[in-house]
């Protein structure tokens, strides 16, 4: 496999700090991106006590400037870009009656403006190469989720754009594609628990008993995925969405 430079936002912790480590498991040079520098830090120091090359670098993924002051970065520390993972995001979750105009504005600045942003940002390198893997993480609440009107639309939005972006930049060896998690175990499906009132056990036995292969994801089952829309195997693989959910939908 060629080393190649990798940009994995969100990658503090949960789904985005297992892709990060992945991909540099993969051989891949590694650039841990989140709004919080000094976790992002963690993920890449972890990577680099492994053997690997990574570095942290901080950004607001919903601003235009912060992007490409951080995308400039990894081009300096690491070089040009040629695997984009988008995963950084966020919730803010309510019953539509309920959910303020700026809860509704965060989620598609993070979700949606961010992946546009970076993916501006990065595939202008992936273009020059004339080879690039882009790789944007959805979610089985697109198919709709009850208190998650914002993030369902940010995920389905995330699914259309992918597929838009396989069909302009195929031609330059680009390939996009989404993976959509089910229930994962990370801080932000916890946060969906205490939203709901219940434990985090109670909200992940739950899900167990509806999934078909009878238990949660792992961050690593995500990340395996995205490890493989990533890799050169991949290459006729484009505008596909993935659903890592342990069954057809959770």
Same mark, same amino acid.
């Given at each position: &496999?060629?080393?190649?430079?990798?940009?994995?936002?969100?990658?503090?912790?949960? $789904?985005?700090?297992? =892709?990060?480590?992945?991909?540099?498991?993969? %051989?891949?040079?590694?650039?841990?991106?989140?709004?919080?520098?000094?976790?992002?830090?963690?993920?890449?120091?972890?990577?680099?006590?492994?053997?690997?090359?990574? =570095?942290?670098?901080?950004?607001?993924?919903?601003?235009?400037?912060?992007?490409?002051?951080?995308?400039?970065?990894?081009?300096?520390?690491?070089?040009?870009?040629? *695997?984009?993972?988008?995963?950084?995001? $966020?919730? /803010?979750?309510?019953?539509?009656?309920?959910?303020?105009?700026?809860?509704?504005?965060?989620?598609?600045?993070?979700?949606?403006?961010?992946?546009?942003? &970076?993916? /501006?940002?990065?595939?202008?390198?992936?273009? #020059?190469?004339?080879?690039?893997?882009?790789?944007?993480?959805?979610?089985?609440? #697109?198919?709709?989720?009850?208190?998650?009107?914002?993030?369902?639309?940010?995920?389905?939005?995330?699914?259309?754009?992918?597929?838009?972006?396989? $069909?302009?930049? %195929?031609?330059?060896? *680009?390939?996009?594609?989404?993976?959509?998690?089910?229930?994962? /175990?990370?801080?932000?499906?916890?946060?969906?628990?205490? /939203? &709901?009132?219940?434990?985090?056990?109670?909200?992940?036995?739950?899900?167990?008993?509806? $999934?078909?292969?009878?238990?949660? %994801?792992?961050?690593?089952?995500?990340?395996? #995925?995205?490890?493989?829309?990533?890799?050169?195997?991949?290459?006729?693989?484009?505008?596909?969405?993935?659903?890592?959910?342990?069954?057809?939908?959770?």
């Amino acid at each position: &496999m060629t080393s190649r430079t990798a940009i994995v936002t969100g990658a503090a912790r949960g $789904i985005g700090a297992a =892709t990060a480590k992945r991909l540099a498991r993969d %051989g891949h040079a590694v650039a841990a991106l989140d709004l919080l520098e000094d976790q992002a830090r963690a993920t890449a120091e972890q990577i680099v006590a492994d053997g690997g090359r990574a =570095t942290a670098v901080g950004v607001d993924v919903s601003d235009e400037d912060s992007v490409a002051a951080a995308v400039e970065r990894v081009v300096s520390e690491l070089g040009a870009p040629a *695997i984009l993972v988008n995963n950084a995001g $966020i919730l /803010r979750d309510n019953l539509i009656f309920k959910m303020s105009a700026d809860d509704w504005d965060a989620v598609m600045g993070v979700h949606l403006r961010g992946a546009f942003l &970076m993916t /501006r940002a990065a595939q202008a390198h992936m273009v #020059a190469a004339r080879y690039g893997r882009i790789v944007n993480l959805s979610s089985t609440s #697109a198919l709709g989720n009850r208190g998650q009107v914002n993030y369902a639309a940010a995920k389905a939005g995330m699914q259309g754009f992918t597929k838009t972006l396989a $069909i302009e930049l %195929g031609r330059f060896g *680009i390939t996009a594609n989404a993976v959509a998690p089910g229930t994962i /175990r990370t801080a932000m499906t916890e946060a969906t628990a205490e /939203r &709901m009132g219940i434990t985090f056990d109670q909200l992940l036995e739950g899900a167990a008993q509806r $999934i078909p292969v009878g238990r949660v %994801g792992q961050p690593e089952d995500v990340a395996a #995925a995205v490890a493989f829309f990533a890799s050169e195997d991949a290459g006729f693989v484009s505008g596909q969405v993935l659903y890592v959910a342990g069954g057809p939908r959770d």
